[in-house]
């Protein structure tokens, strides 16, 4: 089996990556997660056997470059007018999918954006998040119902 020009790779799931970092980071920080994703994968492209699943294979590296910029997030000084008296964040809700995907547990919205997004089976999710297949499955129902209370659109999430 001969491999595929990259470029086509990227053209074939480049717009399933982009959703997942959505999902997975909000509208801001999606395009540079997708740009680290595809670097990333065409460096290690060369070196991936012929009959790998190449699009888990590009949500694992989407999942972890995700996870690098929660990470380098979390570590930034965040400006603030005035400095509150106790700790706390403040969260506003704008009424769209995205606010309601971050107010998910990260499991499920791991779970949902991979499985709902990217179509990927909950074995595959599992080996990506570290669980089992039935762990999987269930996040991605509970998110899936919570999604559903929070943006009832008829059809929208099914």
């Known amino acids: 089996m001969t491999t595929k020009p990259f470029e086509q790779i990227v053209t074939e799931h480049g717009p399933m990556?982009?959703?997942?970092?959505?999902?997975?980071?909000?509208?801001?920080?999606?395009?540079?997660?997708?740009?680290?994703?595809?670097l990333a994968a065409l460096r290690a492209y060369p070196e991936l056997p012929a009959?790998?699943?190449?699009?888990?294979?590009?949500?694992?590296?989407?999942?972890?470059?995700?996870?690098?910029?929660?990470?380098?997030?979390?570590?930034?000084?965040v400006p603030v007018a005035d400095v509150p008296d106790a700790p706390g964040r403040a969260e506003t809700w704008h009424g769209d999918l995205w606010d309601a995907l971050?107010?998910?547990?990260?499991?499920q919205?791991?779970?949902?954006?991979?499985?709902?997004?990217?179509?990927?089976?909950?074995?595959?999710?599992?080996?990506?998040?570290?669980?089992?297949?039935?762990?999987?499955?269930?996040?991605?129902?509970?998110g899936i119902k919570t999604l559903r209370a929070a943006y009832p659109l008829e059809g929208a999430l099914s």
Not at 19 to 32: S, T, W
Not at 102 to 107: E, G, I, M, Q, S
């Open 17 to 38: 990556v982009l959703r997942v970092c959505r999902a997975m980071l909000g509208p801001a920080d999606a395009e540079d997660a997708w740009s680290e994703t595809f």
């Open 51 to 77: 009959d790998a699943n190449v699009q888990a294979w590009l949500v694992t590296i989407a999942h972890r470059k995700a996870l690098d910029v929660t990470r380098a997030q979390a570590r930034r000084p």
């Open 102 to 107: 971050a107010k998910l547990p990260n499991k």
């Open 109 to 142: 919205r791991m779970a949902v954006a991979y499985h709902y997004l990217a179509g990927l089976p909950y074995r595959e999710i599992a080996e990506i998040t570290g669980g089992t297949a039935d762990a999987a499955r269930r996040a991605a129902a509970d």
